[in-house]
């Protein structure tokens, strides 16, 4: 555990001794830290609501002034059994109820086992800590919300009340992490996508399931443009695959048994389904037919990688057409829970932009090079500067990986050497690994500093084994090429709602669904404004015009709004010298232009991100 860590931890159990100084009655379930703070569980008559947060807190100031230590206790799991019938867990001192929480915990740890008790001045619980040493030792914090909570997650248990806060060393970091709270609320991509009209999520389609308006589908098209031109440098050859496709494909490739729970159900024929309904065949029953292979079916695919293997095996190979690189937009679906789901960032059907390199073991280290190095293009173009690489190997513990060791071997060495050869900063986590293969995440930072997993890279010697994939050497001899998988951005969705919180709906100049507005001063500059316009479209420049009845005003405080890059404000004067008046989101009024140097000016900054 963390120092900061070890602080919200001993805040917690602060908050549990105030809320029992004001409320004895109260029953304590868990305490942990989590990501950026802290929560209590707690079962109270009382409900307790963000007017009650001013007289807990000034109560846990009093703890935190008394200075109490933190004593670690061990006793037996009979000991504890006893202190938890008399109430004295979860609580202050002995009470004429028991700690009912305490003792279904108790319940299900081993008899022989002791239990780490800790108390700080009268307030005792189960925990194995660690803490800070004295609750003066806890710094800054405030309460910052209360939520419902079943016990254990399990919605047949009591509903709880969930009380979280935050505390960090110091006064500064905890208002500096509040400022960064307000920011991540007007940098929102629910918030933007709404106001900006980039996306939608609709109950009627579907949740997670994201339209795309046509503002947000001109985003998307210019980062599709944007990676399908550096794939044309790079050699790759742009294939599509269909939406769905035969369990017994995903069976063989893992990604069935593996992502079962995550999937959405199969898909069986209805000549298949009319016959089983003939036999009275349970649903049940058909789970496990399913499951055991008696009947096929079909899947909506998660994965894009088992249709590239095919469109490989479909062509016998030389080692002369080696590597072979081939790239889609492919469109996956994944049942995550509805409460797992978050706008554009957790989505059920989303867009990856895939591809999967089949070369030889002596080309995996170029290779692996050049997706690399695509992945900082991608970031350096978009300003992302902030980020860490993380290599996911294979938990040697856990069974949910394919493939044997010597191969698991072979391909985490290759991305270690890949990228101690360019150079990048990385950590090496254990259990992060696809279930086919190690990889290579780039974990973005944005502005506020929040992480992103976005761009990733897989060397993969398992898939073409099982699919039986070879080439002919330069022997004559058949051998098993390896397979890269990489993507980029990852999932376009994920990308775009990461971008749109990263500029704050400022996109820069290529990425803006509108990169110019024709703002008439008046209707009778409505012609000329319409002649200007023409010209802006006939130079492939995103534009529209203002022709609302709107004071000039107000239609650039619209426009500043909905973000527009540029106002072109005409006027009596700007019709008359057959120039234009502009404002700049970014400068504000940067004076006149002619037509003709306005539109050479927009297309040297977005050829500028082509040069970058």
Same mark, same amino acid.
């Given at each position: 555990m963390t120092e900061i860590e070890r602080v919200r931890h001993s805040c917690a159990h602060v908050l549990a001794t105030a809320i029992l100084r004001i409320w004895p009655a109260?029953?304590?379930?868990?305490?942990?830290?989590?990501? #950026? *703070?802290?929560?209590?569980?707690?079962?109270?008559?009382?409900?307790?609501? @963000?007017?009650?947060? %001013?007289?807990? %807190?000034?109560?846990?100031?009093?703890?935190?002034?008394?200075?109490?230590?933190?004593?670690?206790?061990?006793?037996?799991? #009979? !000991?504890?059994?006893?202190?938890?019938?008399?109430?004295?867990?979860?609580?202050?001192? @002995?009470?004429a109820v028991p700690s009912k929480f305490k003792l279904d915990i108790l319940r299900g740890i081993p008899e022989d086992e002791e239990i780490s008790l800790y108390?700080?001045?009268?307030?005792?619980?189960?925990?194995?800590?660690?803490?800070?040493?004295?609750?003066?030792?806890?710094?800054?914090?405030?309460?910052?919300?209360?939520?419902?909570?079943?016990?254990?997650?399990?919605s047949n248990n009591p509903q709880l009340q969930r009380v979280y806060g935050t505390a960090f060393k110091t006064r500064t970091e905890l208002e500096q992490y509040f400022q960064q709270r307000e920011e991540a609320k007007k940098r929102d991509h629910r918030k933007l996508g709404r106001e900006l009209e980039l996306f939608h999520i609709d109950?009627?389609? *579907?949740?997670? &399931?994201?339209?795309?308006? @046509?503002?947000? /589908?001109?985003?998307?098209?210019?980062?599709? /443009?944007?990676?399908?031109?550096? &794939?044309?440098?790079? $050699?790759?050859?742009?294939?599509?695959? @269909?939406?769905?496709?035969?369990?017994?494909?995903?069976?063989?490739?893992?990604?069935?048994p593996y992502y079962r729970e995550s999937q959405f159900p199969p898909l069986i024929e209805p000549d298949t389904l009319a016959r &089983?309904?003939? !036999?009275?065949?349970?649903?049940?029953?058909?789970?496990?037919?399913?499951? $055991?292979?008696?009947?096929?079916?079909?899947?909506?695919?998660?994965?894009?990688?088992?249709?590239?293997?095919?469109?490989?095996?479909?062509?016998?190979?030389?080692?002369?057409?080696?590597?072979?690189?081939l790239a889609e937009f492919g469109t996956v679906y994944r049942w !995550?829970?509805?409460?797992?789901? $978050?706008?554009?960032?957790?989505?059920?059907?989303?867009?990856?932009?895939?591809?999967?390199?089949?070369?030889?073991?002596?080309?995996?280290?170029? !290779?692996?090079?050049?997706?690399?190095?695509?992945?900082?293009?991608?970031?350096?173009?978009?300003?992302?500067? +902030?980020?860490?690489?993380? =290599? *996911? &190997?294979?938990?040697?513990? +856990?069974?949910?990986?394919?493939?044997?060791?010597?191969?698991?071997?072979?391909?985490?060495?290759?991305?270690?050497?890949?990228?101690?050869? =360019?150079?990048?900063?990385?950590?090496?986590?254990? *259990?992060?690994?696809?279930?086919?293969?190690?990889?290579?995440?780039?974990?973005?930072?944005?502005?506020?500093?929040?992480?992103?997993?976005? $761009?990733?890279?897989?060397?993969?010697? #398992?898939?073409?084994?099982?699919?039986?994939? +070879?080439?002919?050497a330069a022997d004559n001899s058949p051998r098993r090429p390896v397979m890269i998988h990489r993507a980029p951005f990852g999932s376009l969705e994920r990308f775009c709602g990461v971008l749109i919180e990263h500029f704050a709906g400022n996109f820069p100049l290529w990425l803006a669904p509108e990169q110019a507005r024709v703002l008439p001063i008046s209707a009778r500059h409505e012609e000329y404004g319409r002649s200007i316009l023409k010209l802006l479209l006939d130079r492939q420049i995103r534009a529209t015009i203002d022709e609302s009845s709107d004071k000039i005003g107000a239609k650039i405080r619209l426009a500043q709004l909905e973000k527009v890059p540029y106002m072109l404000v005409l006027g009596a004067r700007e019709e008359q010298t057959g120039e234009i008046a502009v404002r700049s989101r970014k400068n504000g009024d940067e004076g006149a232009f002619s037509a003709p140097e306005f539109v050479e000016r927009i297309q040297m900054e977005v050829k500028e991100r082509q040069r970058d």
């Open positions: 109260a029953q304590f379930a868990a305490g942990p830290p989590v990501e #950026n *703070g802290f929560y209590y569980d707690l079962e109270l008559d009382h409900h307790i609501s @963000p007017p009650d947060f %001013e007289q807990i %807190e000034a109560e846990m100031r009093k703890v935190i002034k008394e200075n109490q230590p933190f004593d670690r206790i061990v006793v037996s799991r #009979n !000991e504890a059994f006893e202190l938890a019938k008399e109430g004295r867990l979860g609580a202050l001192g @002995p009470r108390r700080n001045g009268d307030f005792t619980d189960l925990c194995a800590g660690p803490h800070v040493l004295r609750t003066g030792n806890i710094g800054a914090f405030k309460l910052t919300s209360i939520a419902s909570a079943y016990y254990k997650g399990d109950d009627e389609v *579907g949740l997670g &399931l994201v339209l795309w308006k @046509p503002k947000g /589908a001109i985003i998307r098209k210019e980062l599709q /443009a944007f990676i399908s031109e550096e &794939l044309r440098k790079q $050699g790759y050859s742009e294939v599509f695959t @269909p939406h769905i496709g035969k369990l017994a494909l995903f069976r063989t490739s893992g990604h069935y &089983l309904a003939e !036999e009275d065949c349970s649903c049940a029953e058909l789970s496990n037919r399913l499951k $055991g292979g008696e009947i096929d079916g079909y899947l909506l695919k998660p994965m894009n990688c088992p249709m590239h293997i095919k469109i490989y095996s479909s062509t016998p190979h030389s080692y002369r057409d080696l590597p072979i690189r !995550e829970q509805s409460g797992e789901l $978050g706008g554009m960032t957790r989505v059920r059907g989303f867009t990856q932009d895939d591809a999967h390199i089949f070369c030889t073991e002596d080309q995996v280290a170029t !290779e692996l090079q050049g997706c690399l190095e695509l992945v900082l293009k991608v970031l350096g173009t978009l300003g992302m500067s +902030s980020y860490r690489v993380r =290599i *996911g &190997l294979r938990d040697t513990d +856990s069974a949910k990986y394919v493939g044997t060791s010597a191969q698991w071997h072979r391909a985490e060495e290759a991305l270690r050497e890949t990228v101690k050869s =360019i150079a990048i900063p990385c950590t090496e986590e254990r *259990g992060e690994a696809a279930f086919y293969g190690p990889k290579i995440d780039f974990v973005v930072k944005d502005v506020i500093g929040r992480e992103w997993q976005l $761009g990733t890279v897989q060397v993969d010697y #398992n898939l073409p084994e099982r699919f039986g994939l +070879s080439y002919i």
